[in-house]
Nanobody, 123 residues
Framework: HLQLVESGGDSVQPGGSLRLACAASGFSLDDYTIGWFRQAPGKEREGISC????????DDSESVKGRFPISRDNAKKTFYLQMNSLKPEDTAIYYCAAAWGPWVPLEGMYDFWGQGTQVTVSS
């Protein structure tokens, strides 16, 4: 069955960096767009970055543009979110998700979700 497992969450100081990973199994990556989302306490879930199935097209939200590049390693069936210049407002649970189709925007329908990984940015 399709499974997504995030890892890499941690506590860091402002200005620091983390790399989140999303390991996929049970499906062909060629058929899916992968997105990263986050949810902070008391706030709605926010889509922050997505990457297309094979061409590697990406899109980022304004809140992370230029700081959180997304990438994929199809051979390892793993997706990454490199988080740079972290701010306290980046504190949230981060989720990866998969949407069937070559390119599904962040506001589209994502069908499969990981369990989430906690990122805390604090001095």
């Amino acid at each position: 069955h399709l499974q997504l497992v995030e890892s890499g969450g941690d506590s860091v100081q402002p200005g620091g960096s983390l790399r989140l990973a999303c390991a996929a199994s049970g499906f062909s990556l060629d058929d899916y767009t992968i997105g990263w989302f986050r949810q902070a306490p008391g706030k709605e879930r926010e889509g922050i970055s997505c990457i297309s199935n094979s061409k590697g097209n990406t899109d980022d939200s304004e809140s992370v543009k230029g700081r959180f590049p997304i990438s994929r390693d199809n051979a390892k069936k793993t997706f990454y979110l490199q988080m740079n210049s972290l701010k306290p407002e980046d504190t949230a649970i981060y989720y990866c998700a998969a949407a069937w189709g070559p390119w599904v925007p962040l506001e589209g329908m994502y069908d499969f979700w990981g369990q989430g990984t906690q990122v805390t940015v604090s001095s």
